[in-house]
């Protein structure tokens, strides 16, 4: 395998081609993946009696599920620089397949606590940055149409599927039903093969090989000088060296025959682009996926201004790989060293701005999987039948579908502002979760239902766009490394929190309300950040005056 930083060239991305390939495959990923992780309230009224647990407990389990999935974001991206985005996919399948079947055998609700929210999280989220990662690979100038049409198998999964879970259930216990599962997403196995690397054109391949080939002799001329030496000197000591009638010296006689086996610096580097040998260069890029710091960008590349000048852009967004050393004590690559280095630079956090996002993240979070986990259970609550109630979870499905497709479309509208749109949608998804509870007809509920997956789409669209317009692309892989974090802490808190205020009261009027508007301040505390950005602005303006003229302006005061 070979890797950006080590070809020293760019691959050409398509635009098209097998790209469209590699976005069935994500949408096909993502369907099936989330499209589980989101029908897991489909499940809970089942572990509630089944286990005669509480529901702060059962809900754990639904919010362990995508905590883990977000919070494990830094070490697959470091395995995907590693190892390639097919290879990672395949694991995370394989994993996700072993944590549901091993399900299937439980007898504890922390059994599945163990097996569904912490194994299965892995295994998830081994699948969803590959997913992203290999789309963005293929795509520039449609990146944005490609992302939104491979994110958009999270919306239809979770319509398609949580009725399908019911009906599983129905005829098969939750058992049998989450045996099923594991056969679905076995299929990303197969999904994870199609997301092969971007191949690198004729004349770049060319010019990688003769690059690794020179690299490689250069290399091998300097170890076999430094043995020559110490066999000789070790020979010399014992007076055992024999003479070279050629060059006149003593020569060790293991290393002449040892160069007679030494390949010729003349052997073509076109070999090494076909493969008849074990050089490691490919006609593809597999490792150092994570090297380009607009890996993780959902927009159109052209959207970005320093786009104008390819070659100048490319150079500014591929960052140096790092030696192997250790991470956090253990040894490790130079690529998994490297993407630690970046998401985990904690000195982002003294960035006032980046600091207000995240905190927005952090409240958007506590509340963004709870409908999921607990609306078919308030449906149940009010009488619901089993399929109504399920229905519920399709409706938020339906309408986050929509709505990744419509914020995906305004992102890419020059003149709107995105910032003032991303705001609006998490104000209004927060208010139709608090509306929820005054109703308790099934028509209301679906509407509240619908919007909310319209408007939380606003959330999962723009994040990354707006991480690029507040903090510029150099620190988008920082930046949202972090925010993963973040994310999946407040998953991890918001749904036992909103599960243990039910089993208190009863009632799911005071967490559907308190999520409500932990969702709309999120979205309005950003209205600080214009103001912020202004102050930073005059700050450092007024900093980088000469102080003559600080002075002048002081005294003029």
């Known amino acids: ?70 919070g494990t974001g830094p070490l697959v991206s470091a395995l995907v620089n590693m ?13 996700s397949v072993t944590a549901l079947v091993i399900t299937t055998f439980a007898n504890s609700i922390y059994f599945i606590m163990v097996t569904m929210g912490l194994l299965l999280g892995i295994g998830l989220g081994c699948i969803y940055v590959p997913a992203i990662v290999s789309v963005s690979y293929y795509f520039e100038k449609k990146r944005a149409l490609a992302t939104g049409l491979a994110v ?37 196995v197969a999904f994870g093969l199609i997301m092969r690397p971007l191949p690198i054109e004729k004349s770049e391949q060319l010019k990688s090989a003769r690059k690794a080939k020179k690299a490689r002799l250069m290399n091998s001329a300097k170890m076999k000088k430094e043995r020559e030496e110490e066999e000789e000197n070790r020979l010399l000591s014992n007076g055992k060296a024999s003479l070279d009638p050629e060059i006149g010296i003593t020569v060790p006689s293991a290393l002449l025959m040892e160069n007679s086996s030494e390949p010729s610096s003349e052997d073509s580097p076109a070999d ?65 060293r490297k993407t630690f280095h970046e998401i985990m630079d904690i000195s982002i956090l003294k960035d006032p701005i980046f600091l207000l996002f995240a905190v927005s993240n952090l409240f958007t979070s506590i509340g ?58 998490l104000t209004l998804c927060g208010l139709f979760v608090f509306l929820d509870p005054f109703f308790t007809t099934f028509e209301p509920l679906l509407f509240c239902a619908i919007m909310f ?47 243990w205020i039910k089993d208190t009261t009863g009632s799911y009027s005071i967490p559907f309300w308190s999520v409500g508007v932990a969702i709309s301040f999120s979205g309005m505390m950003l209205l600080l950040i214009p103001c912020t950005s202004r102050r930073l602005r005059r700050e450092n303006s007024e900093m980088e005056k000469p102080d003559g003229q600080m002075n002048h302006s002081d005294s003029g005061s």
């Open 453 to 499: 997956g319209f408007f939380v789409g606003a959330y999962i669209t723009l994040t990354t766009v707006l991480l690029v317009d507040l903090m510029g692309i150099d620190r988008l892989t920082n930046a949202f490394g972090l925010l993963m974090l973040f994310q999946g802490t407040a998953t991890l808190i918001g749904a036992p929190l909103c599960g």
């Open 368 to 425: 963004f999987n709870v409908p999921f986990i607990y609306m078919k259970d308030q449906g149940l609550d009010l009488g619901f039948d089993q399929d109504k109630a399920a229905f519920l979870i399709s409706g938020i499905g339906i309408g986050n579908t929509v709505g990744r497709i419509v914020f995906g479309v305004l992102a890419n509208m020059p003149r709107i502002n995105k910032l003032y749109m991303y705001i609006a949608g």
């Open 1 to 70: 395998m070979t890797n950006i930083a080590q070809s020293g060239t760019q691959p050409h991305a398509p635009d098209g081609g097998w790209g469209w390939a590699v976005v069935l495959a994500a949408f096909l990923s993502q369907f099936l993946a989330d499209g589980f992780v989101y029908s897991f309230g489909v499940f809970l009224p089942d572990f509630i009696s089944v286990f005669d647990t509480t529901y702060a407990i059962a809900g754990s389990i639904g919010g362990m599920l995508p905590a883990v999935t977000l």
């Open 83 to 95: 190892y390639g985005c097919r290879r990672v996919a395949i694991c995370g399948a394989f994993i």
């Open 152 to 188: 958009c198998g999270t919306g239809f999964g979770t319509f398609a599927l949580a009725p399908l879970t019911e009906y599983l259930i129905d005829e098969y216990t939750w058992r049998g039903a989450i045996l099923i599962h594991a056969g679905l997403i076995m299929n990303i």
């Open 272 to 336: 090494t682009v076909d493969g008849s040998n074990d050089d490691p260069t490919v006609p593809s890029i597999e490792r150092g996926a994570m090297y380009r710091k607009d890996v993780l960008y959902t927009g159109n590349l052209q959207n970005l201004q320093l786009y104008e000048n390819k070659e100048k852009y490319y150079a500014s967004v591929t960052s140096l790989p790092l030696s192997s050393g250790t991470c956090l004590g253990i040894p490790c690559s130079g690529e998994i």
